[in-house]
C-alpha cells in the first residue's frame, strides 16, 4: 500500500457553518506545522494526541483561515495512521485554499475512499466493515441507518467468522488424519462432520433469507403504479408526495413517459415508478411509454395497480390483470368517492386471492392509511421494526454466501456418497475462502480498489 501523506476536504462542497480538510500519513503533523500557526509560535508537533488547538492557516504571510485543528497520533485514528483535521469556515473556496496549501507543502490529493481504504489495509476495520461506511452515508431512513451501524459494529463479520472457524477446524482435523492416521482416526468422521456443515448451512441460508429484506431496507421497495388512462395513478403519486408532481387532467393518456419519485411512508421508502396508463392505443408516443409500464412490471418489488372504480372493467384491465399473477401487488379501487361501478368483488375474480383489494380516494386523500398499513403486513409483518438479526444489503456479500453454501452442499454429497475425506477437504476450503472474501481476508487488490473507488472522497 501507499504509505505517502494524503489530504481531503471530508465535507460537502456547499456553503455551509463548518468545512473539514482531513489529512493522513506520516508527514501529516510535519505538514501542518508548515501552515498552522498557533498563539505564543507553539507547534503541532510538540502537542499531545488527542488535542485541539486554535490558530490560523498561512500561505507564506497569507493568512488564508481562522480555525481549529484536531490531532489524532496513529494507532489511535481512523487510518491507524498519524491524522490532521483542519475545521475551517465552511465556504467552498475557503476549503479548497486551505487543501490546495496543503498538497503544495508536501501532501498528495487522496483518492476516493482512500482515508478508509488504509484503515482496512492497516487491520482497523475488514472489508464488510469499510463497505458498511458508505451505507451509513448514504442510508435513506432509520432502518437502513441501523443495519448499517449494525454491520459497521461488526454483525456481518462475526457472524462469517464463526461460520470460517468451524470450517477451518474440520480442514484442520482431516489434513493432521491423513498425515498421522496411527493416531488420529477418521472412522465414523463423515456422520460427526455431516452434523457440523448442516449447522453452517443453515447460518448461512438464515443470512441468505435476510437479504431481499436487507435490499429492501437500504435501497427501498421498488414499486410501479399501473392502471388504465385516467384511473387516478398520477393522483395518487401526487398525494402520496404531497405536491402536485405528476400533471393531472381529466384527459386519458396525459401521463406519457415514466415519472420516478422517492417516498418515505413513516419509515418505509418506496422508489416509485408512474407509468403511462395501459391501453391499446395508435398514438405511437403513448404505446411506447405503454411498452414501457410492461418492462417495469416484471422487475418490480411491489405493484400498485389503480382501478377506477366508477367505471366498468374492460379488456384493458384484463390484460393488466394477466401482468399481475404470481406478484406481489396491491390493488387500489380509486375514485371511492362517486358512485362504484367496479367492486372488490368484481376484482377478486380475476386476481390472486391473497391480492390485497383496498377502497381509496386519491383527490380527497381517503383510505391511504390503510394502504401504508397493508405495506408493513406484506414486507414487514405487520411492523418496520428493527431486531437483533443480521440483514446482508451487499451484493457481493450475497454472491459469496451463495457460492460458499453450494460447496458446503458439495461436501454433503461426497458424504452421502462415501467419497474418501480428502475429497471433503477441497470443497470446504473452497467454502472457507469464499467466506474470506467478505471480510478481506481472501480478496485481490483489483477487488478492493474498485470497491473502494465508489467512496466518496474525503472517506
Known amino acids: 500500500m501507499k504509505t505517502d501523506t494524503i489530504a481531503a476536504i471530508a465535507t460537502a462542497m456547499a456553503g455551509s457553518g463548518i468545512g473539514i480538510v482531513r489529512i493522513s500519513g506520516e508527514e501529516a503533523v510535519s505538514i501542518t506545522d508548515q501552515i498552522f500557526h498557533m498563539p505564543g509560535g507553539k507547534k503541532l508537533s510538540d502537542m499531545e494526541t488527542h488535542t485541539i488547538h486554535y490558530g490560523h492557516i498561512r500561505d507564506g504571510e497569507e493568512v488564508i483561515d481562522e480555525v481549529m485543528v484536531l490531532l489524532m497520533r496513529g494507532p489511535r485514528s481512523y487510518t491507524r495512521e498519524d491524522t490532521v483535521e483542519i475545521d475551517c469556515h465552511g465556504g467552498v473556496y475557503v476549503m479548497k485554499r486551505i487543501l490546495e496549501t496543503v498538497i503544495k507543502y508536501g501532501a498528495r490529493p487522496a483518492e476516493p475512499g482512500e482515508f478508509t481504504k488504509r484503515a482496512f489495509l492497516n487491520g482497523r476495520i475488514d472489508l464488510s466493515q469499510a463497505e458498511s461506511v458508505m451505507d451509513v452515508i448514504s442510508a435513506k431512513n432509520e432502518f437502513a441507518l441501523k443495519s448499517s451501524m449494525k454491520q459497521l459494529s461488526g454483525a456481518v463479520s462475526d457472524a462469517v467468522k464463526e461460520i470460517r472457524g468451524e470450517i477451518l477446524h474440520e480442514i484442520a482435523f482431516i489434513e493432521s488424519a491423513l498425515d498421522d492416521p496411527e493416531h488420529i482416526s477418521l472412522d465414523g ?75 418515505n411512508l413513516n419509515g418505509i421508502v418506496l422508489n416509485i415508478i408512474d407509468t403511462a396508463g395501459i391501453r391499446d392505443t395508435d398514438d405511437i ?46 390493488i387500489l379501487l380509486n375514485k371511492s368517492d362517486l358512485t362504484p361501478l367496479t367492486t372488490a368483488e368484481d376484482i ?112
Open 189 to 263: 468422521y463423515g456422520e460427526r462432520l455431516e452434523l457440523t456443515i448442516e449447522g453452517a448451512v443453515d447460518r448461512i441460508e438464515k443470512l441468505l433469507a435476510s437479504s431481499d429484506n436487507g435490499r429492501i431496507l437500504k435501497e427501498g421497495i421498488s414499486t410501479v403504479i399501473v392502471g388504465k388512462p385516467n384511473a387516478g395513478k398520477s393522483s395518487l403519486l401526487n398525494t402520496l408526495l404531497g405536491e402536485e408532481r405528476a400533471i393531472v387532467t381529466e384527459i386519458a393518456g396525459t401521463t406519457r413517459d415514466v415519472l420516478e419519485e422517492q417516498i
Open 348 to 459: 377478486r375474480a380475476h386476481v390472486d386471492k391473497d391480492c390485497p383489494v383496498i377502497s381509496i380516494s386519491a383527490r380527497e386523500q381517503k383510505g391511504i392509511d390503510v394502504f401504508t398499513e397493508q405495506i408493513r403486513e406484506m414486507f414487514f409483518r405487520g411492523e418496520v421494526t428493527f431486531n437483533d438479526e443480521v440483514y446482508i444489503t451487499n451484493i457481493r456479500h450475497k454472491t459469496a454466501l451463495q457460492e460458499a453454501l453450494s460447496s458446503l452442499h458439495l461436501v454433503e454429497q461426497s458424504i452421502a456418497d462415501g467419497m474418501p475425506e480428502d475429497f471433503y477437504s477441497i470443497d470446504l476450503m473452497n467454502a472457507y475462502e469464499v467466506l474470506g472474501t467478505i471480510i478481506g481476508e481472501a480478496v485481490e487488490d483489483d477487488l478492493v480498489n474498485e470497491i473502494f473507488s465508489k467512496f466518496c472522497l474525503g472517506k
Open 285 to 330: 408516443v403513448e404505446k411506447i411509454g405503454v411498452d414501457k409500464a410492461r418492462k417495469y412490471v416484471k422487475d418490480a418489488d411491489l405493484i400498485l395497480y389503480v382501478v377506477d372504480a366508477s367505471t366498468n372493467l374492460d379488456e384493458n384491465d384484463g390484460e393488466i390483470m394477466e401482468l399481475l399473477h404470481g406478484r406481489r401487488t396491491i
